[in-house]
């Protein structure tokens, strides 16, 4: 190719595909570039999109987007070994408007690339970007294998591992600075997974599991309901993984051997296996000369514990980047001043407010205690609660009964806890 382009969008995740989709429809000449061999086919993700980022970009996308369920419950499950506890939360209210999908990535990616195509961004799958172009120390294009490409902005969407940021100097992969995510997608008929997860037709259920899941590092499990498959997977900090010397297969296959887990997944068909990197506190810079950067590859994410955000922070900072670019082409200057209205329009968005609001949590979220003592507690509680041998206490004295040695720590936990998330 030797046309110049106004924009190069490196990846064709949920980021580059709204930054491509939102300048194609302000008809600007933009390429993007996907290393897979159609966009979505090297994505991994838990199978959760908050819904407000995509509804603000294209209005009521699900009733034509892939997506699977809308989820309308909520689970939190202390696991112990031989019991559990469960959080169950219902809302009607969360349907009007939806509040958050399942999605299989595979299908969702291809066709939010392929709104973007419509809307008039020219897509090339099966291309590796291995560098940028420079010209008079600014970003000027891409270049991938022999070729060149010219462009006045390279959109960097290239997610959590980000080669591209690293290579403009704006971050420095450190293995502490992130989580592994690993996923298996399990296939079972609509009706048990309806009757599994007491959901009326067609509705979904996010369930995240603390305690007995993850041999001690801190992280998590997950079940998503799809229409006929689960998302079954955990995510773990990888700098205690490595510390701990565990293998990370072994994981996932005490969580799905956990008799809680088990009976969900009971009979249910291994149809993929994936894992992946997700920033936990790699934030890097988000603009250069000639480059913005979106999504995870900025370590645009929130962990909050209870909520997991990627794509809608994906999704809001492609959309951002792509005003940022319109305003710089009208004032045709790509210096990095210019495109610094960017970080301005995440700011003034929920990206930044947001990380901000949780800039704690990743810290907060490191303390063993969440996945060993806590789900204890609450397990040994209700044990102690429910089983009656003749020698009642009342509820609170059980409660004295399960946190003692414990309470000092548990108070400063739950200050620590208020203020994080
Ligand atoms: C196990 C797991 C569970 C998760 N669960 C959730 C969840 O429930 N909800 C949620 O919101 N988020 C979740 N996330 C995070 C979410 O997946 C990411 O935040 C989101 O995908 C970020 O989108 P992105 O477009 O920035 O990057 P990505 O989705 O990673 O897309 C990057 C794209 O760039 C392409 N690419 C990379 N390098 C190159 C190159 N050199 N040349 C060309 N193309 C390239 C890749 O192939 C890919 O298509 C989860 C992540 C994991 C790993």
Known sequence: MTEKFDVIIVGAGPGGSAAAYSLAKKSFNVLILERGKYPGAKNVMG????????????????????VERMVTREKLTFLCNKASVTLDFQDEDIREPPNSFTILRAKFDQWFANKAVEAGATLVPNIRVDDLLWKEKKVAGIVSGEDKIEANVVIVADGAVSLMSEKAGLKKFEVKQFALGMKEIIELPEKTIEDRFNLAHE????????????KDIPGGGFIYTNKTSLSVGIVLYIDRLI?????????IREFNENPVVAKLIEGGKILEYSAHVIPETSRSGLFTDGMLVVGDAGGLVVNSGITLRGMDMAIASGAAAAEAVKKAME????????LSYYEYLLKKDFVLKDIATFKKAPEFLHNDRLYTLYPEVACRLFHNLTIVDGAKKRA??????????????????????????
């Not at 509705?203 to 993850?214: I, R």
């Not at 004032?331 to 210019?338: A, L, W, Y």
């Not at 609170?396 to 998330?421: C, H, P, Q, S, W």
């Open 47 to 66: 199978g959760r999109m908050y819904a407000h980022a995509m509804n603000r970009l294209i209005p009521e996308f699900w009733k034509e987007a892939p």
């Open 203 to 214: 509705d979904g259920a996010a369930q995240l599991f603390v305690g007995q899941c993850t």
């Open 243 to 251: 510390e701990k010397k565990i293998d990370s297969h072994e994981i």
């Open 331 to 338: 004032k045709n200057d790509f210096s990095k001043e210019s």
């Open 396 to 421: 609170f004295d059980e409660l004295l009964e399960v946190t003692k040695g414990n309470r000092t720590k548990m108070i400063f936990d739950l200050l620590g806890g208020l203020k994080a998330l």
